[in-house]
Structure formats: C-alpha cells, structure tokens
C-alpha cells in the first residue's frame, strides 16, 4: 500500500469533515463508558473466479469539493490528490505489514550506521511512464522540489533537515545538496545519503527522515520551481512509476488510468481505470446503483444504509487516522521557516483548552453516529501502533471539571450566562470547522452547544462549516478568524509526531512551541531511542505532556471501510499490500458490476 502519508510526511484527511447530525449531548455532567461493539471486516477478498483478460474499474472517491490536481508526491498536502495517485504513483521501498522496510520495492536500502549513511540503489527496469529509466538524479531531483525554497513546499520539514547540506540548500546557500551523492552519476542507479544523526525509525515507511519518493528529472527540470505545482507537467500530464498512468484528467472531477507498458514489476491486469468524485450525500445511492467497483472510503455515519449492498464485500482496516481541535497559538514564520509561539493569544491560557476539551462528549458521538467504526480519541499517537500508543484517558465529557478550570483560570460568568477573559475583556472563540454531507452543520453546532454549557462564546467561521479548500487557506495562513478548528491527520506508517508539532514543521498547524515540547520530541527520535523500549517511554512522556498542555486535543479514532465489488480480484487494504489496494495485480472476473 502507498500510503496517503507518504514519504514520511502528513497530509490532511479531508475526508474527515465530521459528517453527522447533532450529537445531542444533553446536560450530562459526565460521560458513561460506552460499550461499542466494533465492527471487524476482512483486509482482503477472496474471489476465486478467473479474471477475464483486461477489463474496467470504476472507482469512486468520496468527497465534496474539486480535487485540487496537484499530483506530484513532493508538492500535494491532501488526501484527495493522493487518493487519485495511487493507481499511478508508487513508493520506491515495500515494507511488510508492521511497515518495516524490506527489499521488494523498486529500490533497496542498506544502512550504516559508522558511516551514518542510507544507500539506495534503484532496481534495473525501472522505468517512468514515458519509457525513460528511472535514476539517480530523480532522487535528489525529489529532495531538490523540497527543499527549494520557490516551490513553498509544505514538505519541508525538520526531520529532513538531518541530511547534510539540505539546509544550506533551502537558505540558498549552496547550489546542491552535500548529502546526497550520486557514486554512479546523476544516470546511475546508487544515491547515498549522508545523515547528521541516525536515527531509531530508519528501518521503518514512513519514517520522515528521508523521501520515499523520485521526481523525474528529464521531464519537470525545465520548469522553474516556483512555477513547478501550478505547470501541465504535474496538474495535467504527470510522470509515474507505477503499474498505470494518468491518460485522462479532468480538472477538480476525475482522472483515466491506462496501464504503464514500462511497468517494472509485471504487467498490469486491467485495460482501463476511471477514478472520479461523489459526493458523501450521493456515495450510498451510487453505491445502490452499482456505479462503482469499489469505492474510496465511504462516509461511516450512513454505514447502516449501504453495509448490506448485493454485489458488494467490504474491507476494512484501522486507520492512521485522527480527528482532532486545534488551537491557534501563534504564527508562521517563513523567513525563518519555523513556528513562532505567542503567548499572548487568545487560546495561550492551557486551561481554557482543556475546558474545551472536557465539553466534549465524543464517546457519544462515536456510539451513536458511527455504529462501532470510531471511537473516542485518547492520545495523538493511535493504538494502531502498539507500544507506542500511551493508554491514557484523554478528555471524556466532565462538565464539573471544565467549569472548575475556567473559575480557577479567571475566566468569570457574565449576568448573560457568558465568560468574559480574565481581564474582564468579551471572549468570543472563532471556531473553524469543514462542509461535508448534510450533518456537517448540526455536528458543529453541537460543538458549539457543549462549549455553550462552560460559558463559551463560540461562533463559526464564516456563520458555518466551510468549503475544504478554503478552509484550510485559512488555517495555513493563520487567518486572525480561525481561533479554535476543526480537522484531522492520516498520518504516516511511523508513530513520531515530528513532522506534525516541532517547531519547524509547517504542518504545526496550531504554531505551538515550547523548549519542553522540542526536547521531548527529539527525545522519540533521539540516538537513545535505539533502544525500543526506551522510546516507547519517550513516546508516552510527549503523550502525557500534549495532553496536558492541549494544543491539539483529539477526538476520534475511525475504521476505514472499503466497499468492493465482487467482481473485483485480488483487492486487499492490508498496509504491507503494495500501492494501496494491490493496483499492480487488481484485476476483474466479468465486464459488469456484480449485483448479488
């Protein structure tokens, strides 16, 4: 499976735009235990027909805006992009099912750790959609899109800043990268990279220290950078290693696949694939319809209305998933490529985030709405990875203890039920929250209404939930309307939270910043969390701390859920299963969609 969070990095799961209705939370003091039955279905399904020769796949893709069309792995930062590449893009390293590295992807990796290297070395055959090898420049050519400070690249992260020289090249200070050499030539197949530190998580997809990714050289390095993710090359005609190729796009509504002929890793099955938007409203009748063969992912708040659709076996997996608020704490600093904290904002006072939080009755919105797919979020690092997960309690529904916060914080109820700030100042809380579907909107009043309860003055954005895009041009430029918002992660295959909350990662959406918070997240990634166990500890001591400091709170955990048609072969959502959904092999027994 190529992960939505490739390359190490984390995209927004724009799918996630909490999509039911009010959660109708009462005036509960506390929440109750809830007792979800979950729901367990297959990762794989077994059809034991024989697959006709060719064939189509029609594919629908939930979401309720026009996809963005940036489909270049360096530059693209949601989900949707990402969905429509995976037929076409894929990593360069395989990894089992625990997403540790091994040696069946289109290049291998050997470490050493005297040297402090990582030696990639690209299989023969490996080829771009347009015939031409892939090799050695393609991989620095990747860090280059990066790292240059024209392309604004939201990839450009801390961790990455661990290869020697890339820095300097992000500041302008050298013309190439001193970490990354070529010992064969930019047309060779060996890219070693040189690395300040080693790091625990080298071993593992997803890690965000190097790129699992090449861009092809030949073809997009005629386009100045800053001109690279608005040019034809990526939003039009973009190049790709994997089994298809994008022969078809239609901008913001559908992408054709045909199969790549250059193909490294055998023959494709299929003569033709069309990926294209539904809406969430209209996922569950399309679905009814037999419009498509399997669908990218269904909306769980209506799983009771098309769970039992003929023709149709779902799959499913945990995800690497979270939904969560967040708090504005501060601001973007592109001179400095870094995260400025201000402790004067209006969101600075940690009890008044925790507040929020306590107001919350998430377990009921997950028992009631979601039907055993999600569950209440405890810690931002999910249960799906193990050890690392901390079992902490997390922030359940405790009106009492919310309204103690604020008292205690000075935070004083007005003759109109409402709190002014501790200067005596009206609170108004700007909250910032996404469309999607038809219970968007009474989700986030409900929101609204539990913050009601503490004495919160809580407004949407904009009067109500907004479009995705312009919901997130708000939050990444830190828009002074956007106090409080709404969102989520899918995250990559490793559990560090670097990319996400060090102070140079720009995906630190809330811009907090504390000395506390650096030294424990370089503690996850430290040379002493070699040892496993160590960094287990360290992994549940940054937990503990973004717990109690909430600025990010989550709030659910999800099961994602795949319908496929029954006439669909050798599909599986197994992380370890390449490309996402087995693309190279995915193949169909029949010419139409299975009704029974």
Known sequence: MK??????MITLATALSITLVACGSKSSNSSSSTSNKAVKLPISYNNTKKAIKGGTLNVGVVDDSPFKGVFNEELYTDAYDNDYMYPAAESLFAYNSTFKFNNKGAATLKQDNNAKTITVTIKPNVKWSDGQPVVARDLVYAYEIIANKATKSQRYTES???????????????????????????????????????????????????????????????????????????????????????????????????????????????????????????????????????????????????????????????????????????????????NVYNPKAKMANKSLRQAMGYALNND?????????????????????????????????????????????????????????????????INFATMAGGSTATPLAQDYVQQWKKIGLRVKLTTGRPMEFNSFYDKVQKDDKSVDVYQAAWQLSSDPSPMDLYSQKAPFNYTRFVSDKNTQLLNDIDGSKAMNQSYRNKAFRAWQEYAQDEAFVIPTLYRQQIFPVNKRVKNASVDYASANNLNWAKIAVTSNSTAKN
């Open 364 to 428: 009921e919105v997950a028992s009631k709405f979601y039907n055993g797919t999600r569950s209440r979020a405890t810690t931002l690092i999910p249960p799906i990875f193990g050890k690392a997960h901390a079992d902490l309690k997390g922030y359940d529904l405790n009106i009492k203890k919310a309204n103690s916060l604020l008292d205690k914080a000075g935070y004083k109820k007005g003759k109109d039920g409402y709190r002014t700030d501790p200067n005596g100042k009206k609170l108004t």
């Open 160 to 338: 990455l800043q661990n290869i020697e020289g890339l820095t300097e090249y992000h500041e302008g200070k050298a013309d190439s990268i001193s970490g990354l050499t070529m010992p064969k030539g930019d047309n060779g197949n060996t890219l070693v990279i040189h690395f300040k530190e080693m790091k625990p998580s080298f071993n593992t997809s997803g890690n965000g220290y190097f790129l699992e990714s090449a861009a092809p050289y030949h073809y997009l390095h005629d386009v100045a950078f800053d001109k690279l993710e608005s040019s034809d090359k990526i939003r039009k005609h973009p190049l790709f290693f994997g089994p298809y190729k994008m022969s078809k796009i239609v901008a913001g509504q559908s992408v054709q696949y045909t199969p790549n002929k250059y193909y490294w890793n055998g023959k494709p099955k299929l003569d033709k694939i069309t990926f294209e938007n539904v809406s969430s409203a209209s996922s569950a009748s399309a679905l009814k319809n037999h419009k498509y063969d399997l669908v990218y992912e269904m909306p769980t708040d209506t799983w009771n209305d098309w769970k039992s659709v003929k023709g149709y076996q779902n799959l499913g997996r945990q995800g690497l998933i979270y939904t969560y608020i967040g708090f504005k704490l501060g601001k973007w600093d592109d001179s400095k490529s870094e």
């Open 3 to 8: 992960k939505r969070s490739v390359l190490g």
